[in-house]
DNA sequence: TTGTATGCGTTATCAC
DNA sequence: GTGATAACGCATACAA
């Protein structure tokens, strides 16, 4: 077992002192040529590496992002995780991922953890806790003691921070119209509660599109849940009792949940009936007829997010006045499958 | 912008040295009642808490524990590093992220990277690159440092540390097993390169099954990719031009691609040909039909592997001597779905 | 050109 | 009971 080596050590053995030895293997001029070439080859030799911790403490600089997300089990984010861990790693830094599970507690915990030095700064996306609840001191906390922070995805207003989602509303709105478009006039939602920032704005953009296209809004072709949790037994209810020839769902597992029960009572997709998700992942994708859906672009998400954190990072904050944070808006995109097609035709 | 309060600052603030409040907040004997009380009161008042970088650097323990997965859009990888995190956060752990992108050359600097002090231990599933190079140097040298290593599913023999997979042979035997007392005659199985140890095994399974069951083992039945790649050309050849009527999948994209491709050409699943995949993954419960799956429990090789991980970072491994590394090896379990039934009948 | 001293924030040993 | 001091590994301002 050999242990890892030290300034220190090397300093002992070639007989220097350490700060010789620090700034020879940083190449200083300062530095005879001979010496630098004795210590560089034996650094070599032995395998010498910086220890992080001792250059993060001095620095005050930890080269790590913190990222805080629900779920890690969840297509969407898994996906912005990888954006983030792509841009990271290009600029030296590492990412710290820490679980929320949904639940402010274990959002509050984590994040406290890591503001006590582990990270240079956060990037999250709020849990349906933290959201159900309102309560967004902890985020507070963190800005208010510099910590830079981004937030995506599952945003909220009470916090001045930078931000990067994607347009919901208009998501949503692409969604409808191609629907009504397409010939459909019975055009159902399934979303969940409104505090969720995501459902909130995809239903609104639902709702515009309908009434700009002289639709009327029917409450009745509304399936909400309480949460992301899928509820087959109220889908199967909603389909028997309900006549739609169109369907959007602010996710997938909702839409391809609906997707196979309606094809189990008969029903032809698209020709009875199409359907639309948003968060093009991978279940849309491999879905028979595929799932046509609306793309967050997670990973541009994710790179975008780090980017921004890495440069509020980096540049030095001298100015304590007025810090300038932006709200980053991507342009969904709507993948055409064969879960809809135009009906008239 | 409140900054982070040190113990320097309350000693100051409150008059006493660093190390009496050091060891107040340590409620330590030796302190008196009244300073103690008061600078605890202080202490809460002002949100103080240690700084992490600070600690490490004291104790040589980062409280971090580096995981390396080949990619993290990957519902087993995801699965997995989900009951990694769930069990290290019980015991006070964070878990560092790094993606190898099924690279070797990026697998060896992020470990290098993490080694240097960031985490307290690795866990790891190999990337394709390193499978198929065989290089296992990196490996080596950071458990030649005395730094804990579990590695998950995709291993090697290599490498003398502690490890986590499912019988992978057992599984493919327990479906060849299924298929066969079903009444299929041709079997066929979709793999890959044999160099991953999860083929080899898995396919190895297949083989046994057959020998076992008196049938014969035909080359001409395997279709094998060379990555983990899929190339939906060649499966559509294979189909097209091979006659089977029951498919074991090394993973379920393999397995889901297979199966809308025949439908395509209008077979009936499970009637004429029959599936079965590995790992157990979303897209197998959300297919139609649903896939049949050997399912690999990542959620619990996860937390097993970070158990076995965490247990070695803490105990003091005084005793220089031979160490004793142990392969947890879990059984995989049959998950019936749509895409099998018993064809006899 | 090289070395000394100091500090990052904490803990632990030892002296008072 | 309390505090000074050293140490973790490194970087750097300042002496020599």
Redesign the interface.
């Known amino acids: ?4 080596i030290t300034l220190k050590h090397i300093a002992r053995e070639l007989g220097v002192s350490i700060s010789t030895v620090s700034k020879a293997l940083k190449n200083s001029v300062e530095i005879g040529a001979d010496t630098k070439e004795k210590i560089q080859v034996y650094a070599k030799l032995h ?1 010498y ?6 250059v ?2 001095k620095n005050k600089r ?1 080269k ?1 992002i913190g990222v805080i997300i629900p779920d ?2 969840h ?1 969407f984010f ?2 912005v ?2 954006g983030i ?2 841009y990271a ?1 290009t600029q030296g830094y ?6 929320s599970d949904e639940s402010f507690d ?1 959002e509050v915990i ?1 994040m ?7 990270i240079d700064g956060f990037i999250m996306a709020l849990s349906a806790g933290t959201q159900l609840k309102g309560d967004y001191n902890h985020l507070k ?1 963190v800005t ?3 910590i830079p922070l981004v937030l995506f995805d599952r945003v909220t207003n009470e916090i001045n921070c930078d931000k990067v989602v994607i347009n919901d509303r208009e998501g949503a709105y692409q969604a409808v119209t191609k629907f009504i478009k397409d010939g459909r006039t019975k055009i159902a939602m399934i979303t969940t509660d409104e505090r969720f920032s995501v459902s909130r704005d995809r239903t609104a953009g639902y709702k515009q599109a309908l009434l700009d296209n002289n639709m009327t809004y029917d409450e009745r072709l509304i399936l909400k849940f309480p949460t992301m949790e899928i509820d087959e037994k109220a889908i199967e209810d909603f389909f028997n009792t309900t006549q739609v020839d169109a369907v959007l769902s602010v996710n997938e ?1 909702f839409g ?2 609906s997707m ?1 029960f309606v ?1 189990t009572i008969g029903l032809r997709i698209p020709e009875d009936i199409s359907f639309i998700g948003f968060t093009d992942g ?2 849309s994708k ?3 007829p595929g799932l046509t859906a609306v793309a967050q672009h997670g990973e541009l998400m994710g790179e975008i997010a780090a980017q921004m954190l890495i440069e509020k990072i980096e540049i030095e904050v001298e100015v ?1 006045e007025e810090e300038i944070y932006v709200t980053r808006i991507l342009e969904p995109t709507l993948i055409e499958r064969g879960s809809t097609r135009n009906h008239k035709s």
Chains 1, 2 share one sequence.
Not at 94 to 99: A, G, H, K, Y
Not at 112 to 118: D, K, M, Q, R
């Open positions: 077992m050999k242990k890892k395998n590496k910086p220890n992080n911790i001792a993060s403490l930890t790590n890690i089990v297509h898994t996906t995780l990888r861990e792509n790693i590492n990412v710290i991922v820490c679980l274990k984590n406290e953890l890591l503001a006590n030095g582990s906390e208010e003691q510099g597992i391809i949940a196979r094809q991978i279940l491999y879905a028979s304590e």
